[in-house]
């Protein structure tokens, strides 16, 4: 059966408008003495909490060696199918036999699902706080090895933000 929904017919209050005026000043003036929640970017970083999964890395031992051995496991978890791993030989006399000689991640097909990080039996892949990255091609948005490497040490810290904001100059 049909519903008949009345229309509405404002009362003399309601065309006087006054009430819904105060109505929304009363909101206005209630935010306008709270904490503010607007962080002026590029000025200022908002800082993600702990794990949150932005642009990856990968990870390196103290003594600088990769800790990936190219073991794929990482990209056949990977729901996008982005990662793509050539494996080699690694030029390390200790440790591991494999490691990446190549490896790179599409960063336009990711979903940042963090798969990869947990299927790597190596704890060598990780997703980072690092959420501001774009480029202006397709090409520029893959990410290499080098890249990935870059990233560690950029985020080994995990102060990437805050160092930022700690640089930034004051406002004038
Ligand atoms: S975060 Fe998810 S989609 Fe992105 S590379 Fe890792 S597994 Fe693939
Ligand atoms: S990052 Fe981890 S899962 Fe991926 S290839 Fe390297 S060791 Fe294997």
């Not at 008949?4 to 209050?13: A, D, G, L, N």
């Not at 904490?35 to 932005?54: A, N």
Request: net charge negative; proline share 8%; glycine share 4%.
């Amino acid at each position: 059966m049909a519903t008949i929904i009345k229309s509405y017919e404002p009362t003399f209050w309601d065309k006087l408008y006054i009430p819904a005026l105060v109505k929304g000043l009363m909101v206005t003036i209630k935010h306008f003495f709270r904490r503010k929640v607007t962080v002026q970017y590029p000025d200022e970083h908002h800082i993600p909490p702990q794990g949150y999964r932005g642009l990856h890395r990968l990870n390196k031992f103290p003594e600088g060696r990769i800790k990936c051995v190219a073991c794929e496991m990482c990209s056949a978890a990977c729901p996008a199918d982005c990662i793509h791993i050539i494996p080699g030989p690694s030029p390390w006399d200790e440790g591991k036999e494999r490691y990446p000689v190549r490896f790179d991640i599409d960063l336009l097909r990711c979903i940042f699902c963090g798969f990869c990080e947990m299927a790597c039996p190596e704890e060598a892949i990780e997703l980072t706080e690092i959420y501001d990255f774009s480029d202006y091609t397709r090409e520029d948005l893959i990410i290499d090895k080098d890249g990935l490497l870059e990233v560690y040490e950029l985020t080994k810290d995990q102060n990437y933000y805050s160092r930022k904001n700690d640089s930034q100059e004051p406002q004038t």
